[in-house]
């Protein structure tokens, strides 16, 4: 996949054991896309309520899928 300047990637990698890894690209880091890519990315690995929510979000939608 290509990122053109004005775009940014929030990756994410599980390991084996579950755990999460996150990693943001862009050509531009410091433009718009980059900035708020690094911000998420902070908070997701960061902010223990927004990892919560984040995980309720998951479940509900494999609940909903299971009706």
């Given at each position: 996949?290509?990122i053109?300047?004005?775009q940014?990637?929030?990756?994410?990698?599980a390991?084996?054991?579950?755990?999460?890894?996150?990693?943001?690209?862009?050509?531009?880091?410091?433009?718009?896309?980059?900035?708020?890519?690094?911000?998420?990315?902070?908070?997701?690995?960061?902010?223990?309520?927004?990892?919560?929510?984040?995980?309720?979000?998951?479940?509900?939608?494999?609940?909903?899928?299971?009706?």
């Open positions: 996949m290509e053109k300047n004005n940014a990637a929030l990756i994410l990698e390991d084996e054991k579950g755990e999460i890894s996150v990693s943001v690209t862009s050509p531009d880091m410091n433009g718009l896309a980059g900035l708020i890519c690094q911000a998420i990315a902070t908070k997701l690995m960061q902010d223990e309520k927004f990892q919560t929510e984040i995980l309720a979000m998951m479940e509900e939608s494999e609940n909903s899928g299971a009706a």
